[in-house]
């Protein structure tokens, strides 16, 4: 019986120590070291060999990727799962992790490969009436209900799927370590076993893993190191948009973006979502103006709200949602300073409609002439856009991929665009009104914009 030793192991990146430190010297985190307990055994691979052989014998064409099915799902994975590889699907419990997957499997499997699902969190019953919802269930999708690596290797080796799908991999346990399920260690000793497992039959591996409140991925950091590809999977709660996101691939970019709707008949790609944003607008309001943000490389439009409400006997406050509180109180204090405009005696409220994150620098003019327009009570025309960012200074600095923005800014409809002096010129029939200062935005808008609108 293999005998057990006692670790320290950082519960961030898995560094392990011979005795226990506050602060891990490895991740530089606090209070993140645990004592467990590790059996002195290693897992043998089977069928393992020392030989090399050349690289030009090797056929690159057993990499290429296979279409899951799920155009959404295809494009942001740069066409489709690669065999061999191993693929970690992080996201919040209940934000649709398991019905995004059980969509791949049936699709995969529908196509006449054979899938392999380890339900871990649910009994067989519970996939399979999930299964039975999204649609028919093939007889090549198949189903583990084993948590123990051992078996699951065992499966893939016997069956040599196209896919197996791991939900979750905090629920897997790797007998040669002596820790409960969840633990650094068993993920860690799991994954591995499994990715091996994996590269060696050319099957491709998708692993379900949770976050932590932070919103970082739970367990080790060093899994997202092992994979070969992170994807993260979120939204709002108040909302059915769901967004699939790549942080990290091997095999393809990193700045696609793939967009859902949770129906009841489970996950639909939503292929326009700027008309979602944008649906239930209504352009005479004051303090409303559309922005071209970036999701990825993805140009998407979104409605910004702002209310200025003057009040008397104590400082200003201010409430933010989808926006980045900091730029807001930044593009506050310019508008202050820069072009006269005093925000410090206001309750101000700034909202993205839909669900939709302005967590970039394209936003700060769209929200200066949106405060504007609060301010003054008059509103901003219909087919006009604002991008731009916005200095210390008071200048208007361009932004990356201002030509896509411009271009979708066109498609659906807005003929005329408010941008940095510098901004490249957008698709025939978009009018662009240039301007160098924050103060020369703002003038911009009554004489030029409001007789036209």
């Known amino acids: 019986m293999a005998k057990n030793r006692k670790v320290y192991v950082c519960r961030a990146c898995g560094a392990q120590f011979p005795s226990w430190t506050g602060r891990c010297s490895a991740c530089q985190e606090w209070a993140s070291i645990g004592e467990v307990a590790v059996a002195e055994q290693r897992v043998a691979a089977p069928g393992r060999t020392g030989s090399t052989k050349p690289l030009a014998s090797v056929d690159p064409d057993l990499a290429l990727p296979f279409p899951v099915g799920f155009d959404e799902v295809d494009r942001v994975l740069g066409g489709g799962l690669t065999p061999g590889s191993a693929t970690l699907l992080a996201g919040e419990p209940g934000i649709g992790k398991s019905t ?4 791949i499997a049936l699709s995969v499997a529908s196509a006449g490969a054979s899938v392999i699902l380890v339900t871990g969190e649910e009994a067989p019953t519970q996939v399979a009436a999930r299964a039975a919802r999204l ?16 078996v699951i290797a065992a499966a893939m080796a016997e069956t040599e799927p196209q896919l197996i799908i791991v939900d979750s991999i905090q629920t897997l346990r790797a007998d040669a370590i002596d820790s409960a399920p969840g633990s650094v260690t068993q993920v860690k000793a799991s994954a591995a076993q499994l990715i091996d497992a994996a590269k060696r039959h050319g099957i ?4 379900i893993g949770h976050v932590t409140k932070e919103g970082s991925v739970a367990g080790p950091r060093v899994l997202e190191h092992m994979v070969d590809t992170v994807l993260t999977f979120d939204g709002d709660r108040h909302s059915e948009l769901r967004f699939l996101r790549v942080t990290k691939h091997r095999f393809g970019p990193t700045s696609e973006l793939g967009i859902f709707d949770m129906t009841a008949e489970g996950l639909a790609a939503v292929p326009d979502p700027s008309l979602r944003y944008l649906a239930d607008r209504r352009s005479s309001m004051p303090g409303s103006v559309v922005v071209p943000f970036l999701v990825g490389r993805r140009p998407l439009l979104a409605e910004l709200q702002t209310l200025v409400q003057p009040i008397q006997g104590r400082a200003g406050q201010s409430s933010v949602q989808g926006f980045d509180p ?3 109180a930044m593009v506050a204090a310019v508008m202050a300073t820069h072009a006269g405009y005093r925000l410090s005696s206001a309750d101000i409220f700034v909202s993205v409609v839909g669900g939709a994150k302005l967590d970039e620098p394209a936003g700060d003019l769209g929200l200066a002439v949106a405060l504007a327009s609060a301010l ?10 604002v991008c731009g960012e916005i200095g210390l200074g008071g200048e208007v600095r361009s932004v990356p991929l201002i030509t896509e923005r411009l271009h979708e800014s066109y498609r659906l409809g807005f003929r005329t665009a408010i941008v940095p002096r510098s901004a490249p010129d957008g698709p025939t029939g978009l009018r662009l009104l240039r301007a160098e200062s924050l ?10 914009l409001r007789s036209t609108g």
Do not use: F, H, W, Y
């Open 100 to 103: 995004l997957t059980m969509q």
């Open 135 to 150: 649609g028919a269930i093939p007889s090549s999708l198949l189903v583990v209900d084993d948590v123990a690596t051992d």
């Open 204 to 207: 491709s591996l998708l692993m």
């Open 326 to 328: 900091k730029r807001q």
């Open 376 to 385: 003054d009570g008059k509103p901003v025309p219909a087919d006009v856009v």
């Open 439 to 448: 103060a020369e935005a703002l003038n911009l808008v009554p004489p030029q």
